[in-house]
Structure formats: structure tokens, C-alpha cells
């Protein structure tokens, strides 16, 4: 009996309402006969990574999850900072997929500058840092931030009201023709925050797991 493939999303924060939001999700991307996909907690892992130094206190947990877990033929670090991606592919030599960069990857194939709303300023040095290494800079319109946590992101009762107000800044303000949202947490609002702006929105975890799902569709 052929063995049914499996993708492990690992939310590096210890918030479970986070690996809930992740789990609907993906519920799109399941279908029959395609890849199991399994969203966990980081036992290890802070509430909430908001800093560098929660990016930094993850990095060797994951690296250690993603080499002890034999069953998974995929593995998504579940986010928006990409902690321990690096340090994870040199751990396996399996796929590791991190969300800011795809979901990044997603939003140019769509638009061709792109705006991303992040949890809080303090956020987006860190997340600047990484788009320059990746050398895309002159594709993003802005990035503006909610000033919310990672757990007021995944279950606070006005947040999708701020994400709107801060996606139209993107649009309007800076010409943003699609967005990234810049955290894990805020999985639930993509429908409505894309209905609501009219451009595309991009959920990061499944840009991730839908690349994911096309590696092992052809290995």
C-alpha cells in the first residue's frame, strides 16, 4: 500500500488559537488522494514571535523538529519571519518551506508591487531586512503595521476592521497592487480583507503549503 504524503506546518509560537487559524486555513488545499497536511505547535516557542530575539529562541527547536520528524515529506515554518529556515534545510533533505518568502514569491506573480501588513513597527526592520536579501525592494509599495499582537491577530474582535483600514493605506497611499499579510495569526481575515480592498490578499501559509503541494506532486 502506497503511503499517503505528508506536509508538517509547524507554528513556531506556542499560541494554539495560532495552529487552529492555520488548520482552517488550509482546509481548502485538502482533497482526496492528495497530501496530508498536519499544522502543529512548537511546544518551545514563545506566545507570540514578535521580536529577534523570539525569531532567534525557535531557530534550534525547529531545526531539531524538522530532523527528528521521519513521516513528513514537506515542512512549512508557519511564520511570517522565517525562523530557522536555513538552519532547517541544512537539517533534512526534505523541503522546507518558510512563509514570508512564499508567500512574497505568490504576491509578485499577482501584482507587480506589493504592500504588507504587519503586526506591529517594531516588525518591519526585521522584515525589511529579509525582502533586501532577497533582493526585492523595488517591488514593495509598503509595509505598514496593525500595532496588535500575534494572539489580538488570531482572535481579536476588531482586527480584521484594522486591516482593512491599514490595506487601503497600502492601496491607496503607497500602490499596492496586491498584499501580504505579515503574520500567521492573521489567517482567518484573507476572504474578507481581499472582498473588502478588491486587490489580492494573500494568506503566506498557504502560498506555502500550495508550493508544497506542487514539490511533491512532481518528485
Do not use: W
Not at 490578499?201 to 506532486?217: E, F, N, R
Amino acid at each position: 500500500m502506497t503511503r499517503r504524503p505528508r506536509i508538517l506546518v509547524i507554528n513556531p509560537n506556542s499560541n494554539e488559537a495560532v495552529t487552529e487559524g492555520l488548520r482552517q486555513a488550509v482546509k481548502p488545499l485538502t482533497y482526496a488522494d492528495g497530501p496530508e497536511i498536519v499544522c502543529e505547535t512548537l511546544a518551545e516557542g514563545p506566545f507570540g514571535i514578535e521580536t529577534q530575539e523570539h525569531v532567534e529562541s525557535v531557530t534550534l527547536p525547529l531545526r531539531r523538529k524538522v530532523e527528528a520528524t521521519n513521516d513528513a515529506d514537506a515542512f512549512i515554518i508557519a511564520c511570517y519571519s522565517d525562523p530557522g529556515l536555513f538552519v532547517a534545510r541544512e537539517g533534512t533533505s526534505r523541503p522546507v518551506f518558510g512563509i514570508a518568502e512564499c508567500g512574497v514569491l505568490t504576491a509578485l506573480a499577482r501584482a507587480d508591487r506589493f504592500g504588507v501588513i504587519a503586526i506591529k513597527s517594531r516588525s518591519i526592520p526585521r522584515h525589511i531586512r529579509y525582502l533586501r536579501q532577497m533582493g526585492l525592494m523595488e517591488r514593495l509599495a509598503g509595509e505598514r503595521a496593525l500595532e496588535m499582537s500575534v494572539a489580538e491577530t488570531a482572535s481579536g474582535d476588531k482586527t480584521l476592521d484594522r486591516m482593512i483600514t491599514i490595506g487601503r493605506e497600502l492601496k491607496d497611499l503607497d500602490g499596492a497592487g496586491a498584499i501580504v499579510m505579515g503574520c500567521a495569526g492573521m489567517a482567518r481575515h484573507r476572504k474578507p480583507l481581499e472582498e473588502a480592498l478588491g486587490i489580492p490578499v494573500v494568506d503566506p501559509t498557504q502560498a506555502a503549503v500550495t508550493m508544497a503541494l506542487g514539490t511533491i506532486a512532481v518528485s
